[in-house]
């Protein structure tokens, strides 16, 4: 058992542990970090195309690693998990950081059909990979997004396309409503990008309305991917989140 406190840096779908490089730069002098590649990325055997996959496996995974208290840090789909962790574990984390976690069952009240509604835009068939990526990527970043994107990047993003599409499918599905992530008591600073999609931003500030030790903090030049775009800004609140309860 490591002397100092325990961080685990979840990433967000599509991408790799490689993305909080710089916060466990920052984090490193005074916590042990844990950055693990989730199942089918980085460092991680591929997952294969056709096979059936469910979030809660990542979820399964990273159980192992609560075996003493640590904060956790989660970015869309890695906040997503992280919530679960927390729900599973909860005398195991010292506190929660998370960047636009994708918990769209907080949407379940009849007011919040518009941004259900919003949500349905993205297609439920993977087809050939390359229009649905294409939807998903536009869908979180504006029209042209994935035009926009470096060959390279394209084609990592095809690489995971399909473990990708089956995160998206089976958390769309998920039940888990506001009264159950009102159950976790560890402090939470819930972070956003003011240029998000308004279903992201309905989610922060009905978990934000809900988690009883939560902070929402909202960065207004920032869209969904501020980890990376804004990550001097964003990693800063997150090192004095954990500083403040470490």
């Known amino acids: 058992m490591s002397t ?52 809660r496996q990542d979820v399964a995974a990273l159980e192992s690693l609560l075996d003493e208290p640590a904060h956790l840090v989660g970015h869309s789909y890695g906040g997503l998990i992280a919530l679960h962790l927390a729900l599973a574990r909860p005398a195991a984390i010292r506190s929660l ?6 918990a769209f069952g907080v949407l379940d009240e009849p007011a919040d059909h518009e941004a259900r ?11 050939d990979g ?43 599905e998920d039940p888990t409503d506001r009264a159950t992530y009102a159950t976790i008591a560890a402090p939470t600073l819930l972070l956003g990008g003011e240029r998000s999609p308004f279903p ?13 030790s939560a902070e929402l903090r909202w960065f207004p030049d920032a869209g969904h991917m501020g980890p990376i775009t804004h ?9 004095a989140h954990i500083a403040a309860n470490s």
């Open 4 to 55: 100092r406190p325990r961080a685990i840096l979840i990433h967000s779908g599509g991408f790799s542990s490689r993305q909080w490089r710089r916060l466990a730069e920052g984090l490193a002098p005074t916590h042990e970090v844990i950055a693990p590649d989730l199942i089918g990325y980085g460092a991680a055997r591929a997952w294969p195309t056709g096979k059936p996959f469910h979030f």
């Open 97 to 102: 950081a998370l960047y636009e976690p994708v």
């Open 117 to 127: 509604e919003a949500l349905d835009v993205v297609s439920r068939d993977f087809g």
């Open 130 to 172: 390359e229009a649905w990526l294409a939807q998903f990527v536009n869908w979180w970043n504006g029209p042209n997004a994935w035009a926009a994107l470096p060959a390279e990047t394209q084609a990592s993003f095809r690489a995971v396309g399909w473990k990708l599409f089956q995160e998206v499918i089976t958390l769309m």
């Open 200 to 212: 992201e931003k309905r989610v922060l500030e009905k978990l934000a309305a809900a988690l009883p």
């Open 231 to 239: 990550s001097p800004r964003v990693n800063a609140a997150i090192l």
